[in-house]
């Protein structure tokens, strides 16, 4: 029994040698006396049992052949040069050292497998894994492939608001996106935003402000850009109109009503509030309630005001006193179109023949819509009953005849029914017009 196992034994010892010398070319002598120590304590002594233990699992078995290769690399490597040479030296050490290769190694070794596809194989089984941390160049960045949380185009923003929080907290707060799809680059500003860290601290900012809750939407509808704003720059813009005197309700106010008011720089708006101040001539408080009535004469263009500002003195002939009172109590006057103020002051100074003293006590009419007026006339013309000379009987008021709705103009001017007015409208105008009551 034990000379059976001893010849066993032999047989595998031999098997091995002429196996592993297949598959890794050696350089070895003829005596066994000229092998390295270190070349049989480290592959001889490693690999055998790991071969010889038989194991149920084949991933098992491939994993202990690797390790007795790899061990057998690595004791091989610290070999002293004096013992050891490459394969293709002219000169070696040893008489008896002769070049040997297995002709098997091109052969088919264990599963079919060619000895390079072995190889690669054992270099991609013991190829370490990707780090979360492992850097990687911009080629393969570009090459991978990472779903899209958003769709990667479109046309319209609704297709965003299921997907981004700040777009739907934007919808519920009022904001027409509709208005701001249709601006150019507004869109993808939007959806950059995040709403935690980008909107809330600005919504917070309008809300102590003292903005309205159904004024945000409006706001931002009309100035998204109010998100993108420092709040430092907010703070020192808002600092800046306490410093002149305007009220924090007036504050408010004119955010309100004029969305891009706090985008301008301190300096253009003391350069605005100077201006006025001294095109109209008018005092420190005056300025003050001017600006606050009509805000957007700190944020408008001044050019359009400076043409209003020449018509009013050159072509209507209104004197700076006149113009002072016109602009104080209506600020519109400065920003208004130009054919519009000018068509107005034609039709109501030459055709219904008001003079300027009742323009500049009645400046309302300076700011009614063209048509309005002229319906109005022709219709008390008609029952004539258009008289304007506050000095005579049946005297008509320039305000109550530009203010006052449809059907209280019928009964408390004109004494008629509103459906007679409307029949007017038709017979004269041959269209018919909806009742206004603004």
């Not at 006052?404 to 105008?429: G, H, N, R, W, Y």
Request: glycine content about 4%; some cysteine; hydrophobic content about 40%.
């Amino acid at each position: 029994m034990a000379l059976t196992c001893i010849q066993l034994c032999q047989r595998c010892t031999s098997l091995l040698r002429s196996r592993i010398v297949g598959i890794i070319t050696l350089q070895y002598s003829t005596d066994a006396q000229h092998w390295p120590a270190a070349l049989w304590n480290s592959f001889i002594v490693p690999v055998l049992p790991s071969v010889l233990q038989r194991s149920p699992n084949p991933s098992q078995t491939r994993q202990r052949w690797n390790l007795g290769v790899r061990s057998y690399c690595e004791s091989h490597a610290k070999v002293q040069p004096s013992q050891t040479k490459h394969r293709n030296t002219d000169e070696l050490p040893g008489t008896d050292m002769v070049s040997y290769q297995n002709p098997l190694s091109h052969q088919l070794i264990d599963g079919g497998m060619l000895l390079k596809e072995w190889q690669t194989a054992l270099d991609l089984d013991d190829a370490p894994g990707h780090s979360a941390l492992e850097e990687i160049s911009h080629e393969e960045a570009v090459c991978m492939d990472i779903p899209a949380a958003l769709p990667p185009v479109s046309i319209s923003l609704k297709d965003y608001v299921n997907e981004s929080e700040t777009l739907g907290k934007l919808v519920q707060l009022g904001v027409q996106l509709w208005k701001l799809e249709q601006r150019p680059n507004v869109g993808s500003m939007l959806l950059r935003l995040d709403f935690q860290t980008d909107v809330t601290p600005r919504l917070v900012f309008l809300k102590q402000l003292g903005v309205e809750d159904s004024r945000l939407g409006y706001l931002i509808s009309h100035n998204p850009f109010i998100l993108t704003e420092s709040l430092e720059n907010l703070q020192a813009r808002v600092a800046y109109l306490r410093s002149k005197k305007f009220s924090a309700e007036s504050v408010a106010s004119m955010v309100s009503r004029a969305p891009y008011l706090l985008n301008f720089s301190v300096k253009r708006m003391d350069n605005r509030l100077g201006f006025y101040q001294q095109q109209l001539g008018l005092s420190a408080q005056k300025t003050r309630d001017v600006v606050a009535r009509h805000p957007r004469l700190l944020c408008g263009s001044l050019e359009p005001v400076k043409e209003n500002l020449k018509i009013c003195k050159l072509e209507m002939g209104f004197r700076e006193n006149e113009l002072q009172h016109i602009v104080t109590v209506i600020p519109k006057v400065l920003t208004a179109n130009k054919r519009k103020l000018t068509q107005i002051f034609d039709y109501t100074h030459n055709t219904m023949n008001i003079p300027h003293d009742l323009i500049v006590k009645f400046p309302q009419v300076l700011n009614a819509r063209y048509l309005r007026i002229k319906e109005r006339h022709l219709f008390l013309q008609y029952l004539d009953k258009a008289q304007y000379d506050p000095a005579k009987p049946n005297y008509i008021c320039l305000d109550k005849l530009v203010s006052l709705p449809d059907e209280a103009f019928c009964a408390e001017v004109a004494s008629a029914t509103l459906k007679d007015f409307e029949l007017f409208q038709k017979t004269i105008f041959a269209q018919p017009r909806m009742t206004s009551f603004s």
